[in-house]
C-alpha cells in the first residue's frame, strides 16, 4: 500500500506565500506523474499543476506566473510553492501520485488526505 502525506498548508494574508509539500511512503517501485489539485467549497476538485518524472510541468491558467512546482525523485515527495496567495486560492489542496508498487504492477493512482490553504486578511 501506499501513503501520501501532504503539509505546509494554513491560514495567510493576500500577497504572501506558502510552500506545500507530499511525501509518499509504502511500497514502492517508481513514481511516474505526480501533482495537485484543489478543492474550494461548492465547487469540484481541479488541477493545480502537475510534473512528470523527468521533470516536465504543466499549470493550471489561475496559477501561472505565481505557483511552481517541483520534486525531488531520491525522496518521493512533490513540492508547490505558492506566491502571491489570492482569497480565490482558498481550498483543500490534494497531491496525487501514479505509482508502480512493483516492476510487475500496474499503474495506480494514490491520494493524500488533503491540506487546508486559507488566504485572508
Known amino acids: 500500500q501506499v501513503q501520501l502525506v501532504e503539509s505546509g498548508g494554513g491560514l495567510v494574508q493576500p500577497g504572501r506565500s506558502l510552500r506545500l509539500s507530499c511525501a509518499a511512503s509504502g511500497i514502492i517501485f517508481s513514481i511516474t506523474d505526480m501533482g495537485w489539485y484543489r478543492q474550494a467549497p461548492g465547487k469540484q476538485r481541479e488541477l493545480v499543476a502537475g510534473i512528470t518524472k523527468g521533470g516536465s510541468t504543466n499549470y493550471a491558467d489561475n496559477v501561472k506566473g505565481r505557483f511552481t512546482i517541483s520534486r525531488d525523485n531520491a525522496k518521493n515527495t512533490v513540492y508547490l510553492q505558492m506566491n502571491s496567495l489570492e482569497p480565490e486560492d482558498t481550498a483543500v489542496y490534494y497531491c496525487?501520485?501514479?505509482?508502480?508498487?512493483?516492476?510487475?504492477?500496474?499503474?495506480?493512482?494514490?491520494w493524500g488526505q488533503g491540506t487546508q490553504v486559507t488566504v485572508s486578511s
Open positions: 496525487n501520485a501514479d505509482v508502480y508498487a512493483t516492476r510487475w504492477s500496474i499503474l495506480s493512482k494514490y
